[in-house]
């Protein structure tokens, strides 16, 4: 895409370069140029011509030159679109299946954190956990990433939204102040929405009382 | 769908019997002599003209009874001979004439042994309609006998994973005519309704963040209100209906803010580090009662509905959520948390009076019906989750929901 915007200009403003500098003999049509792109630079020609006159004649010869390329170009562009459409889904396919594998390797290198019950407050073992995954921020992945802030089915719905949401940003906070960019970070909260564990012991409760780590797209 | 409802609720033709003018005089009739309930027969109804329909005739006879029983008021008798006996203080006959797509109905109430006819209304309504012309006319018998309508018409709205995700959907009071609302496929939440009936707010995470929605029913059109970034969560209609009551946390952590119902930001409400959420509105609109852990667990919070003179309202029980407001303004219901669920506890508004009105399975999301006599909450036990409905009392529980799926966070609709 961004390839493509920069042949065009290029081809918008060779002609100009040419007419502005060493006027006459050259503008040779190219070959490979796109009949899009050699109309808009036959366009960009004609304003030119109107301000320096003396190019008159090569501006026909390349209009007609032109025409014999956008010819050539629109035998071949079917089949050449095609093939262009084909590898470009299979370069998004690939490069999507790519950036899933890596989202899930970043995933999986930063670990989720747990709390109590009706806590935010981050424990030892945690603060370790987000140390390595700072670690991990600044050093491995510097992508966008987002803290899901969740909780066990034992509270309300109302109340477990704002709690995740504080366990989020607690664990958010932490990262921050090990120098993680804070502008790398986003939460949301899910509060008992989407639970690990379905069960309802005390061990599936620990399980759901959690922040996790997702790589945003 | 809804629009439909509407217009054949709009064909729907009321016609009063001049029979219905007097007997408006003496309300109250709510208990016989000695405080026993009164004795309500429902005599089978009969067709007026035409062929007998047992199916019409069913399920006038089963709505009825229901309805009528789940008062509490009456004890309810189907009848299976024209005759009542002579124990009976109020007799229901109802006619019906049943025609290629609509059908018409007469019912009439009668005191005994005057036989003084208490009300008398003739209905006609489509085929599909039938339910609810047997709930109006129930909402009738309570306007005549208490000077209080009745709910059953309403509606209910609610969250159910039918479709594996959580959508909201509304039903009759009693389960039936139940239909999907929203179909985005995310997680929906918390509906409440705007005290005109006729749209409702939520929050649903379909843009990735909780954010809160305003949905109108009889379009469909549904516009995003709040999106602040963090938690735009339980919505609140103000009694007027132009402003809206909610938590959002864009400030640091979730506090309560008003809102016009187009999205306006009105007012922070709540200044503290502490969560705030769940704003309930007194009927009269000067207060708000809210849920608050600024004491260190969530208990409830009366404030003015302009943020000032914050006080506590619950005392005891460490952990109490989701305050309604009762629609006479006597009452607050609210869950209190006991081991791992929760019970429904009604309390006054000067914190007196805290009582536990539930004592089985796991008890969430308690909402009034518009008349207060009832209260619909979302319970977890026998091992599904459901939409129940209980007189204002704990009495009378009744699972209403009747899918496989689990149903959640119901809230009763005003009359429409």
Known sequence: ??????????????????????????????????????????????????????????????????????????????????????????EKAAADRAAAEKAAAVTLSLKTVYFDFDSYILRQPDRDTLYKNAEYLL??????????????ERGSDE????????????????????GVPSDQLSVV?????????????????AKNRRVEFTVVK | MISKIFCSLFLLLILLLPAAVFGQEDFL????????????????????????????AGDITEIFKQDLAMTGIYQVIAEEQGNAPFTSDLLLKAGYTVAATSVTFEFRLVELPSGKELLAKRYSSSTQDIRRVVHTFSDEILQTMTGERGPFASKLAYVSTATGNKEIYLMDWDGYNGRKLTANGSINLNPDFSPSGKEL???????????????????????????????????????????????????????????TKEGKQLAR?????????????????????????????????????????VRRLTTSGAYNVSPRWSPKGDKIVYCRQYGSGFQIHLINPDGSDD????????????????????????????????????RADGSGQMKTSRGSSKDSHPTWSPRW
Not at chain 1, 24 to 43: H, M, N, T
Not at chain 2, 202 to 214: A, C, E, I, M, V
């Open chain 2, 355 to 390: 009582k536990q009105i539930t004592f089985e399975g796991n008890n969430e999301h308690p909402r009034w019906s518009v008349d207060g006599r009832f209260i619909v909450f979302g319970s977890k036990r026998n091992g599904s989750e459901s939409i129940y409905v209980m």
């Open chain 2, 269 to 309: 409400l709540t200044n503290n580090p502490a969560i705030d959420l769940s704003p309930t509105w007194s009927p009269d609109g000067k207060f708000i009662a809210f849920v608050s852990d600024r004491l260190g667990k969530p208990q409830l919070f009366m404030m003015r509905f302009d943020g000032s003179e």
């Open chain 1, 1 to 90: 895409m961004r390839n493509a915007f920069l042949k065009s200009i290029v081809a918008f403003s060779l002609p100009l370069v040419f007419l502005s500098g060493c006027a006459k003999d050259q503008v040779k049509p190219d070959e490979g140029i796109s009949p899009e792109k050699s109309a808009s630079a036959a366009v960009a020609k004609k304003e030119a011509a109107l301000v320096k006159p003396t190019v008159d004649n090569s501006a026909a010869e390349k209009a007609a030159a032109d025409r014999a390329a956008a010819e050539k170009a629109a035998a071949d562009r079917a089949a050449a679109e095609k093939a262009a459409a084909d590898r470009a889904a299979a």
């Open chain 2, 29 to 56: 009739r709510v208990t016989a002599a000695g405080n026993r309930q009164l004795i309500l027969s429902i005599l089978p109804p009969k067709p007026l003209s035409g062929e007998l329909n047992s199916k019409v």
């Open chain 1, 139 to 152: 050093k491995k992945y510097k992508g966008k990433v987002k803290l899901e802030g969740h909780c066990d």
């Open chain 1, 189 to 205: 909260s899910y509060g008992k929405e989407k639970p690990v564990d379905n069960g309802h012991t005390e061990e599936a409760w």
């Open chain 2, 201 to 259: 707010v939520f929050t649903s995470y379909k843009n990735g963040n909780p954010d809160l929605y305003r949905r109108e029913l009889f379009t469909g059109t549904e516009a995003r209100i709040s999106s602040a970034p963090g938690i735009n969560i339980t919505g609140a209609y103000s009694p007027e209906g132009n402003r809206i009551a909610l938590a959002m946390s864009k400030d640091g952590n979730s506090e309560i803010y008003l809102i």
């Open chain 1, 159 to 178: 109340y477990n939204l704002a709690l995740g949401e504080n366990r989020a940003k607690a664990a958010l906070n932490y990262l921050v102040t090990l």
